[in-house]
């Protein structure tokens, strides 16, 4: 017993110093508010992005990689931002995801607009792209303009907002902290930082 006192002390010290090697404010940021999580009683990590952001398409080989090293007790999602011009994509995204199809639709898109430099932002383009990757055309688009789709969209935007997102990408750990790759300066320091602040909060929980 007296062992395992100790183990949880020394467990707590090591994440403390792992908190404080970085700094609030500058590193990462605090929200003002705590904000809903959508994971259970696992840590979030959500990453907010948009398709015609290269800053995030190109975060994406880093971030799978990252992802292979997710601890125990995390769990991770994506949220699409959106504005008047984004919002079709944030829809086919949430429609590819009903359909079973988002593993193969979102690296699909990225690489569509940025690589093969495609247009595809209205509906009708994003349902052609949908049935390009092996998907139903009239699927697609009863998914794509369900109502539980389109109040997911509007439901992020409500988000984007209280999370503060100013760019993306931008990842926030257990609706309590705002790391943006512009904050964080680059892909290595991002993913250390949200190391230091996984570790943190799932360090309340043991």
């Known amino acids: 017993m007296f062992g395992q006192s100790i ?22 940021t605090r929200l003002a508010q705590a904000q809903p999580t959508q994971t259970g009683d696992k840590v979030e990590v959500l990453e907010v992005f948009m398709y ?28 699409p ?15 590819a995801r009903s359909l079973g199809k988002l593993d193969v639709f979102h690296p ?14 209205t509906e009708d383009e ?8 092996g998907m139903e055309a009239d699927a697609f688009r009863a998914a794509y303009n ?9 439901q992020d935007e409500m988000m984007v907002r209280n999370y503060g997102v100013e760019n993306v ?23 250390e930082v949200l190391d230091a602040l996984l570790a943190q909060e799932l360090g309340k929980g043991s």
């Open 169 to 191: 990408p931008t990842l926030i750990v257990n609706g309590k902290y705002r790391v943006s790759l512009t904050q964080a300066g680059g892909h290595a320091h991002l993913f």
């Open 126 to 133: 994003l349902v052609a792209f949908a049935t390009e990757l």
């Open 81 to 95: 931002a959106t504005g008047w011009r984004w919002v079709p994509q944030a829809r086919a995204h949430y429609a």
């Open 108 to 121: 699909a898109l990225f690489d569509a607009i940025h690589a093969q430099k495609r247009l595809i932002q």
């Open 7 to 28: 183990i949880r002390i020394l467990f707590g010290l090591l994440l403390t110093a792992q908190a404080s090697a970085f700094d609030e404010g500058f590193d990462y």
């Open 52 to 79: 015609g952001c290269p800053h995030c398409r190109n975060l994406e080989p880093a971030l799978t990689e990252w992802l292979k090293t997710l601890p125990e007790g995390a769990a991770f999602r994506r949220m």
């Open 146 to 154: 369900a109502p539980e789709v389109q109040n997911q969209v509007r």
